[in-house]
């Protein structure tokens, strides 16, 4: 009727031909290419969705490499005997007129002095502003915590402690004609692990000692602690009383700092392994052990106190710290692979399939509530029926 017969065309030949096998069961059916067009705006659409969807994936695969932090509190196993204390400070007195001594619960006294390293300098070289924390300023103690919450982070500690080395900095040298007007005591000792005082006093006074009594016009504790810890020596990690400078005009004058310790344990290892005991000794054996995914250390809170004494009473610096029967787990552990690759494959495809379905909505809303210029100019002019601008008539002379 309509002159395909003649040409050997038929209805079969303008259709899909019958599925057979497993075609059968295709669920995705296809379009023809000549069935669809590209457009400009499908174009910035299809880009905009690709990078929206790049940046997404690659939050959730920064999300995932960050891991996810847990903290979990213990009783403290196994027997501990010492405990490491490391010092780094500068007193603005000469190294001869200051005697360093702990002393703890137990009743024994350690001549620290004789532990720790002194050196004569000069004040004029520590004073750094750049570093120094000053306890009376509040702005600069908001920007202190700021950075001591970087040290609460897994991963920002076992970076640090792999970056620097762990031993003491050297003392800046001493230009021609300058006094020594200072002394620097720096360096680690052990003591037992239980309550005590740690304390910096003049010559002559704080312990019933042979020699002749410093001056009381000599007495100048201004001090500044550039290192103060427990447990291994880490000089990166930052602890609430590493590079505090505190001063005062008056000669009796007694700085009192309370300290309250917690083991501390930060690690990557989905199964840490627990040291049977934080004797120096025993930690040592324990990190060649686990290797650099775990750090042990020990965490305080400190409570300071500065004032002004009468002669009768001992002036000096003064550390009272004691020690909590806890231990505390700080431990980083990351998701399967599989995982990431689900939550990554669901984003990029939520938002390939909706971004789809909202282009689709706007070129409909376009197409009906537009502009009525031309919304009904299909069927006025070129009537039902056309193919391609042609009218059916002309298409069937063609093929008679």
Same mark, same amino acid.
């Given at each position: 009727m309509n002159g395909f017969a003649s040409h050997g065309l038929d209805e079969s030949s303008f259709g899909e031909k019958p599925s057979s096998g497993i075609r059968s069961f295709d669920a995705f059916p296809k379009t023809k290419p000549t069935y669809t067009r590209r457009t400009t705006g499908g174009g910035y659409t299809t880009i905009i969705l690709t990078a929206l969807s790049a940046f997404l994936a690659l939050s959730e695969f920064r999300s995932w490499y960050r891991g996810t932090e847990t903290q979990q509190f213990s009783v403290e196993k196994g027997i /501990?005997?010492?405990?490491?204390? !490391?010092?780094?400070?500068?007193?603005?007195? #000469?190294?001869n007129d200051l005697h360093v001594n702990v002393q703890d619960a137990s009743g024994d006294r350690i001549l620290a002095g004789d532990m720790l390293n002194k050196e004569p300098t000069n004040w004029k070289l520590w004073v750094n502003p750049a570093r120094i924390h000053h306890q009376s300023d509040s702005r600069d103690r908001k920007t202190r915590e700021e950075t001591e919450a970087e040290d609460t982070h897994v991963g920002h500690v076992l970076g640090e402690v792999r970056r620097t080395a762990r031993k003491f900095p050297k003392s800046p040298r001493m230009k021609r004609g300058m006094a020594e007007d200072s002394c620097r005591i720096y360096g680690s000792l052990e003591g037992n692990k239980v309550q005590g005082d740690f304390h910096i006093t003049a010559r002559g006074h704080g312990y019933m000692e042979f020699g002749e009594h410093l001056s009381h016009e000599a007495f100048n504790f201004t001090h500044l602690i550039s290192?103060?810890?427990?447990?291994?020596? &880490? =000089? /990166?990690?930052l602890n609430p009383l590493d590079h505090t400078l505190a001063r005062t005009p008056d000669n009796f004058n007694r700085f009192q700092y309370y300290l309250s310790i917690v083991p501390t344990i930060y690690t990557r290892s989905p199964t840490p392994t627990m040291p049977t005991s934080t004797d120096p000794n025993a930690l040592t054996t324990t990190l060649k052990r686990v290797g650099g995914n775990t750090v042990f250390t020990n965490q305080y809170a400190v409570t300071q106190q500065s004032r002004v004494v009468p002669e009768s009473t001992i =002036?000096?610096?003064?550390?009272?710290?004691?020690?909590? =029967?806890?231990?505390?787990?700080?431990? *980083?552990? $990351?998701?399967?692979?599989?995982?990431? +690759? +689900? $939550?990554? +494959? !669901? +984003?990029? /495809?939520?938002?390939?399939?909706?971004?789809? @379905?909202? &282009?689709?909505?706007?070129? @409909?809303?376009?197409? !009906?509530?537009?502009?009525?210029?031309? $919304?009904? #100019?299909?069927? /006025?002019?070129?009537?039902?029926?056309?193919?391609?601008?042609?009218?059916?008539? *002309?298409?069937?002379? #063609? &093929?008679?």
């Open positions: /501990s005997h010492t405990m490491q204390i !490391n010092l780094d400070a500068v007193v603005a007195m #000469r190294c290192e103060l810890s427990f447990g291994p020596l &880490y =000089p /990166s990690l =002036p000096g610096i003064f550390f009272k710290f004691d020690i909590e =029967p806890i231990l505390l787990l700080i431990s *980083e552990t $990351r998701g399967d692979i599989l995982g990431l +690759v +689900v $939550r990554v +494959v !669901n +984003v990029v /495809s939520g938002i390939m399939v909706g971004g789809g @379905w909202i &282009y689709q909505l706007l070129g @409909w809303g376009r197409e !009906n509530f537009g502009a009525g210029r031309g $919304r009904g #100019r299909g069927k /006025s002019e070129l009537g039902e029926g056309m193919l391609h601008g042609r009218k059916e008539e *002309e298409d069937e002379g #063609r &093929y008679d």
